[in-house]
């Protein structure tokens, strides 16, 4: 069995092949991805595997993006780390749905759900149908965040999302610039804490530095090489860009 992980943190990659590997020890982990940009090439260009490891919130955007830019029929395997009850709803389902860090017992079941539906062909349900399911259930279950408590001289000041033009990472710390170009360095340390904090269908992931809110973005243009470029108000001090690789999906999240 020909195995793919998709995990942008080296330590849960690292402990995911491990527990594989105990449970499957002839198995073949074929490689391991970080980003929504690397595995799409990976589909692009090599052929696919018998077993895909998802993480769903990953360094540049969230994997669901990896489904509407490349088709992919290889069945999978989700690890996050949402809540016990939105796991116990997606298990009725034939792909699986591992809270991390996985343990031997919890990853048996998982492997042997495969081997059960997947190898043998009975009643598997197409990828794309599994993750539409996924992504419906999950919506209702995240309370997204409307204020950010953001440090003061010696206070906390409450400042709603909405007000964020956009976040992005300035000098190794986060900040949020409002639409009156005020910038606001937030406590988080990363673009990565905000994802699955903030609601997707407002703010997108227009790649590792920026972190983009709807309503900021005035145009887009095309870059070279494939690229996109959003143009906001207000301005920013460097370009967006948005990768060739995620441009549909960005494209998609636009006029929906």
Known sequence: MNILIVEDEPHAARQLSDVIRQCRPDCHIGA??????????????????DLLFLDIHLSDGQSFEIFDAVEISTPVIFTTAYDEYAIRAFNCNSVDYLLKPVNAERMEKGLRKYEKYWQSGKDAKPVSQLLQELQQML?????????????FKDQLLPVPVKDFAWF????????????????????ERSIDELIGQIDPRNFYRANRQFLLNRSAIRSVTHHFNGRLMAHLHPYPEQSVLISREKAMNFRKWMSS
Do not use: C, H
Request: charged share 30%.
């Open 32 to 49: 391991i991805l970080e980003s929504v940009d690397e595995t799409i090439r990976y589909f692009q260009d090599m052929p696919v595997a």
């Open 139 to 151: 919506l209702p279950m995240n309370r997204f965040r409307e204020n950010f408590l953001v440090p």
């Open 168 to 187: 992005e990472l300035r000098n190794g710390r986060l900040a949020g610039i409002r639409f009156d170009k005020s910038v606001l360095i937030l406590e």
